[in-house]
């Protein structure tokens, strides 16, 4: 008998794009386990569906090989290709509609974060000022909220849980809604006493460990942060030295905050006056040790914006910038004292051109690390501001993510050429012209990344086992492409190693130091500036800018009067959605053991307005809208606001390749027509969507 050959990988799991270290067992050429980097987490915990990728890579339903449509666009017809004539297929396109239309006409988009160097590089070097990723229907509103107070992103910024006092949740379902460190972090600090505040519209496994729970009026989050700011100025509960050294704006703050007392905010939200003068009594006493959740999925309503900017807000009323327990700058490898972390991108002149999206001329507040992904169909059905003619969509779906897919497809196949670049089959690669297999997480060495932190570290994804079918890894699909486009001097290399042995290139470091433990840290301690003086904010004043010169200068106002969210009309329910703790948004449904689990999802129905209807938990009912009716099986409980019904998305999958999730539970976004706009905080807002329910059986 041969002898076993076992090896241990550290990488980077990428089931979901939180990216948490992991150690992965090798055993005779495949994967045998997958666990926690112990390194990294200090423990081998691991999420449901990061356990799960031992299954997805050996998944026959998974895409094994390069595909071009023989039939219409969306019909199922494909024909397996060659790499070299999918490639070839994509290039001459590609080359035909740059020379027709411009390098602008062709767009690219992803699923944003760490990995996005050689994308960014690729769409630069063909000469286009169009990358955006899939944040407006996600965390847009949160990042550019905190970049026109601050100047930088939210995640220039991270939760220091582990000193945390008091902490607030508004929809934030941090135990189903995993990223798997910060939920253990979380259920550490509530272990260390930590007090816990929780606002949803409905129950959920985080409200469980709550101290306080709220049922609230969905969209009506704001109004309780109005009544606390209200509080903790009038009753002069804030930090003033903090205030008066690093906020601009705080007499235009205390002048707008004068109606929205705790009393109006109970009106709104339904959250009792003297609860939320409680939790602003609470958050002072122990202030700056507060944390304030300001996301995740935040593409929930209109004045999401104005939330986002709230929680801010209050953090720097509470004096929580670079404070223990509070809000920690993330420092980078520039910041521990190393060269910085090359990058391909800078290898690329840079681009002179107007977005396609509006961005940066438009929409002079919003993003482009970003952009808007919901302005796709726009731009290609009436060529505004000119026509975008190819799409390269690299691990990313938006016929899933957002709202309103049949005006998306519309967009997309008016298209001359869409590439999708994917491990599964998704909607959006199902309407594809070619899909490019990548090869699986497991399966491919991506580039070096800097997790930046208060304690930085460089952090590696690396092959543990050898492709299963014919997937290629991005770096080699993209170099493959740039050369047969002439932009291959920008992608000097011909391995994984060659790309790593250039990033490091000036930090003195190499790829074997990432053999011990998968991570290089690049500071012993904490690294923390110095809160009287070394602050550094990247607005114009330097400071936390309450009335933010970049809204002021785009014709934005600081502080517009509240509005409430809207009203479901007579005889209809606000849809709100969500995740589970064992699914990856639609992408993992037809993973073999997590569809196991979880094969279906139901609507909740507040018991009362069930009872009006004659709905029972079991029934089938049809939930519709404008036009648009899917069935589902109802869930009828008393935790869930009368005006809302709740279901999780991603369900109702249309993909008969994907037979295990094939239809099974309803697909939520084709009920959100109309949806895909521009909120002021450039998200879609998804939850403005309002269903009618009808009992079927
Ligand atoms: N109604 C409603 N809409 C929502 C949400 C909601 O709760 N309700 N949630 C929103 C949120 S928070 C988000 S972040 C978005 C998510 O929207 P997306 O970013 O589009 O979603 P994902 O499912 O994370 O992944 C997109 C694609 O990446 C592919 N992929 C996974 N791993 C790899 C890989 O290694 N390589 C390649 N090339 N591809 C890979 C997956 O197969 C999938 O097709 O959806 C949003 N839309
Ligand atoms: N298991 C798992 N974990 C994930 C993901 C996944 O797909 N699966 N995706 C990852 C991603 S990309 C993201 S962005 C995060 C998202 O993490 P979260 O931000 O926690 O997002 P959701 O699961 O969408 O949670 C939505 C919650 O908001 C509530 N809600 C809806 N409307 C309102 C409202 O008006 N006010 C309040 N207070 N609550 C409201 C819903 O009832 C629900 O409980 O999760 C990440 N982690
Ligand atoms: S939260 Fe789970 S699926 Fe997401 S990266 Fe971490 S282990 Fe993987
Ligand atoms: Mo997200």
Not at 651 to 677: C, H, V, W
Request: glycine share 8%; hydrophobic share 35%; with cysteine.
């Amino acid at each position: 008998m041969s002898e076993t050959s076992k090896k241990v990988v550290y990488s980077v799991c990428s089931m979901c794009t939180v990216r948490c270290p992991i150690e992965i067992e090798v055993e005779n050429g495949a994967v045998k386990h997958i666990w926690g980097n112990p390194h990294v987490l200090g423990g081998r915990f691991l999420c449901p569906r990061g356990a799960a990728g031992k299954v997805f890579e050996n998944d026959s339903e998974r895409l094994q090989g390069p595909m071009i449509r023989s039939g219409e666009r969306g019909s199922g017809e494909w024909r397996k290709a060659t790499w070299d004539e999918a490639l070839d297929y994509v290039a001459e396109r590609l080359k035909k509609v740059i020379e027709t239309y411009g390098p602008e006409s062709v767009i690219l988009g992803d699923r944003g974060g760490a990995f996005t160097d050689l994308q960014k590089a690729f769409i630069k070097a063909l000469g286009s000022p169009n990358y955006f990723n899939h944040h407006g229907s996600c965390s847009n509103s949160v990042h550019n909220a905190h970049n026109g107070l601050t100047g930088q992103r939210r995640n220039t910024v991270s939760y220091d849980w582990k000193n945390c006092k008091y902490a607030v949740l508004y929809g934030r379902n941090i135990l189903e809604s995993i990223g798997t460190k910060e939920a253990k972090d979380f259920i550490d600090a509530l272990e260390n006493g930590m007090k816990f505040t929780y606002f949803d519209i409905r129950w959920n496994y985080t409200a469980a460990k709550a101290d306080r729970f709220h049922i609230i009026k969905p969209g009506s989050d704001y109004a309780v942060n109005l009544g606390i700011i209200h509080t903790l100025i009038s009753e002069k509960l804030y930090d003033a030295e903090f205030v008066n050294r690093w906020v601009v704006g705080f007499d235009e703050l205390a002048k707008f905050i004068s109606p929205y007392t705790p009393e109006w905010a109970e009106k709104e939200s339904g959250v009792p006056a003297r609860e939320i003068v409680a939790i602003a009594h609470e958050m002072a006493e122990v202030k700056p040790a507060v944390i304030l959740y300001a996301g995740w999925m935040t593409a929930w309503t209109e004045d999401d914006y104005y939330f986002r900017r709230s929680i801010y807000m209050i953090y720097a009323l509470l004096g929580g910038y670079e404070a223990k327990g509070g809000l920690l700058f993330n420092k980078n490898e520039v910041d521990a004292g190393y060269k910085p972390l090359k990058k391909f991108v800078d290898l690329v002149p840079k681009v002179d051109k107007k977005r396609f999206d509006g961005v940066g001329w438009k929409y002079k507040h919003l993003s482009a690390d970003y952009g808007l992904a919901q302005m796709v169909p726009h731009a290609v059905l009436n060529e505004d501001p000119y026509p975008v003619k190819a799409f390269i969509n690299y691990r990313f779906d938006p016929l899933s993510a957002f709202p309103d897919p049949e005006k998306f497809k519309e967009g997309l196949r008016k298209l001359d050429l869409l590439v999708t670049i994917d491990v599964n089959y998704s909607h959006t690669g199902w309407v594809s012209d070619v899909i490019l297999p990548e090869a699986t997480y497991l399966e491919r060495t991506d580039s070096v990344i800097v997790k930046s932190g208060p304690k930085p570290s460089l952090w590696m994804r690396r092959k543990a086992v050898e492709p299963k079918f014919d997937a290629k890894p991005k770096w080699w699909i993209l170099k493959q492409l740039a050369d047969r486009l002439g932009i291959g001097q920008y992608f000097p290399y011909n391995s994984v190693e060659d790309i790593i042995a250039f990033q490091l290139q000036d930090m003195g470091l190499k790829l074997e130091d990432f053999n011990s433990k998968g991570t290089v840290s690049l500071a012993k301690d904490q690294i923390m500036w110095d809160r009287k003086d070394g602050l550094k904010f990247k607005t114009p004043s330097k400071k936390i800018e309450f009335v933010s010169s970049m809204l002021e200068e785009n014709g934005i106002p600081s502080f517009p009067p509240y509005e409430s969210s809207k009203e479901p009309p007579d005889g209809f329910f606000r849809l709100t959605t969500g995740k589970t703790a064992v699914h990856t948004q639609g992408t993992t449904l037809n993973n073999p053991y997590l569809n196991e689990i979880q094969p279906e999802n139901s609507l909740w129905i507040n018991t009362a307005e069930a009872d009006k209807m004659g709905i029972k938990s079991g029934d089938t009912v049809e939930i519709s809208a404008d036009g648009v009716a899917q069935t589902i099986k109802a869930y009828v409980t008393d935790f869930i606001h009368p005006t809302a019904v709740y279901t999780l998305h991603g369900y109702g999958r249309e993909i008969p390749l994907q037979s295990r999730a094939f239809k099974k539970g309803m697909r939520d976004n084709t009920l959100m027509k109309g949806l895909l706009t521009v909120a002021v905080g450039g998200n879609c807002p998804i939850t403005d969507c309002f269903v009618k329910i009808r009992k079927l059986s």
